[in-house]
């Protein structure tokens, strides 16, 4: 299995302008999130989805969008990119909320929005 | 808003000795508490993690200790070693939302 696969690894983009960032995994997980972490600092949740077709906020939605049409796929987008959003961008999967709860994370994405 | 903090930015211990990673969490609520590693340039990678109803779990090598009285959460190395230098992350979790709040990370160096 590849796991959780992120492209691209890498991204500059001036302000204003949008990009959608990719992520697939092939566990057949259900649920799957997107993080931000800024440099020195934790992750932060920006969006999940519990399942195909289904998508909520989490602590730092705003300006991101997310859609979940398939279980591998859970792309997100970046309408109006700001200087803010610089940062790295982690996807990560898991089975279930419950009972050994483990996520398994992509490789990141580098985002420089100048 | 509830948060998940680390005492200590950077720790530095010398090639096996043990070492101790401290964590300090505000939510009672919180159902399980997870130690994740990540080296320089990847995503965080699982180590271990505990249930709000046990005090301590060991791993391979990793033991983690909870103290639910102090709100207090520790990860404990055996005989670190090089490939131990990473950034450890403690995050919390509740099993009705599944949401992680991870804490800001703790840079472990391990000296020859």
């Known amino acids: 299995n590849a796991g959780v696969t992120q492209t691209p690894k890498f991204r500059i983009l001036k302000i204003g302008q949008s990009m959608t960032l990719q992520c697939a995994q092939d566990?057949?997980?259900?649920?799957m999130y997107w993080y931000r972490q800024d440099p020195g600092m934790g992750l932060k949740l920006i969006y999940y989805?519990?399942?195909?077709?289904?998508?909520d906020k989490g602590e730092v939605p705003n300006g991101y969008n997310v859609s979940r049409s398939t279980t591998e796929d859970f792309p997100l987008r970046l309408e109006l990119a700001a200087p803010s959003q610089t940062s790295v961008y982690f996807c990560?999967?898991?089975?279930?909320?419950?009972?050994?709860?483990?996520?398994?994370f992509g490789p990141g994405t580098r985002l420089t929005v100048t | 808003g509830e948060s998940v903090g680390l005492h200590l930015p950077t720790l530095s211990v010398q090639e096996g000795d043990n070492s101790i990673i401290n964590c300090a969490y505000s939510n009672s609520a919180s159902d399980y508490f997870i130690w994740y590693k990540q080296e320089s340039g990847k995503g965080p990678q699982f180590i271990i993690d505990?249930?709000?109803?046990?005090d301590k779990r060991q791993g391979q090598r990793v033991t983690v200790l909870l103290n639910k009285t102090v709100k207090h959460l520790s990860l404990q190395i055996a005989a670190t070693q090089p490939g131990d230098s990473a950034v450890y992350f403690c995050?919390?979790?509740?099993?009705?939302?599944?949401?992680?709040?991870f804490g800001q990370g703790t840079t472990l160096q391990v000296k020859p």
């Open positions: 990560a999967s898991s089975y279930s909320m419950g009972e050994a709860y483990e996520q398994y």
């Open positions: 989805s519990v399942g195909a077709g289904i998508t």
């Open positions: 505990i249930r709000s109803n046990m």
């Open positions: 995050a919390e979790t509740q099993y009705h939302t599944g949401k992680l709040i």
């Open positions: 566990m057949n997980h259900n649920y």
